[in-house]
């Protein structure tokens, strides 16, 4: 069936550093990809997403582009703040198996320090 | 504002004690489900709605109830709750099931139960 790996945090950076968060998945057909976002106390929030191939995905800064070759979708921002300390999940939602069905990963903890 | 409201946030009862969860959004989204989100378990869905008066099992549907008797209200019901049901639970909804479309969720409500 389909499925969604990501890396395990914590995730641990200073403030302006590079972040990546990588996502792979495997599944039938042609999923669209999602990066959710959750702060402390709060629910998931769309933050990307990209529903084809090669599609690039962007949103306050984050990036992450549909790589069908490599079955992947990595999540990157190039200068992180404070703000962006929040737990990221990838998710597949399938046009096959599963028919419309979400899959997340586990989700990455990201901790931005000062 | 578009949304999707849960209601409680925060919820401690006692075991055996009937309590319902109620989640409505204002979208006109066709699609709804119910996640419980556990530590090292990630988010697992519990129950899913197509449309009005048709639900079908997620991944973890024993110890749940749902109806969807308007477009608008999905709730999920504890019949006689147990203390492996104590998690953090969200409600989510998409305006379709197809796989362009990406979720919105509630704020979550924290469920213990004693």
């Known amino acids: 069936g389909d499925s969604v790996t990501q890396m395990e945090g914590p995730v641990t950076l200073s403030e302006e550093a590079f972040l990546t968060i990588n996502c792979t998945y495997t599944a039938t057909g042609y999923p669209s990809l999602f990066w959710y976002v959750q702060y402390p106390g709060e629910g998931l929030q769309l933050l990307l997403k990209a529903t084809k191939a090669d599609d690039k995905g962007s949103n306050k800064g984050f990036e992450a582009t549909y790589r069908k070759e490599t079955t992947s979708f990595h999540l990157e921002k190039g200068s992180v703040q404070v703000s962006d300390s929040a737990v990221y999940f990838c998710?597949?939602?399938?046009?096959?198996?599963?028919?419309?069905?979400?899959?997340f990963g586990a989700g990455t903890q990201v901790v931005v320090t000062p | 504002e578009a949304q999707v409201t849960q209601n409680p946030r925060y919820l401690i009862t006692v075991t055996g004690k009937k309590l319902t969860v109620t989640c409505s959004q204002n979208?006109?989204?066709?699609?709804m489900s119910w996640y419980r989100q556990d530590p090292g378990l990630g988010l697992r869905q519990i129950y899913y709605?197509?449309?009005?008066?048709?639900?079908d099992k997620g991944d973890v549907p024993e110890g749940y109830k749902v109806s969807r008797k308007e477009k608008r209200n999905f709730p999920l019901i504890l019949e006689s709750p147990s203390p492996n049901q104590t998690s953090l639970y969200f409600c989510?909804?998409?305006?379709?099931?197809?796989?362009?479309?990406?979720?919105?969720f509630g704020s979550g409500t924290r469920l213990t139960v004693v």
């Open positions: 998710a597949l939602r399938g046009t096959t198996d599963s028919w419309g069905k979400f899959q």
């Open positions: 989510a909804s998409s305006l379709k099931q197809g796989a362009n479309y990406g979720y919105t």
């Open positions: 979208m006109n989204h066709e699609y």
């Open positions: 709605s197509m449309n009005v008066e048709v639900t």
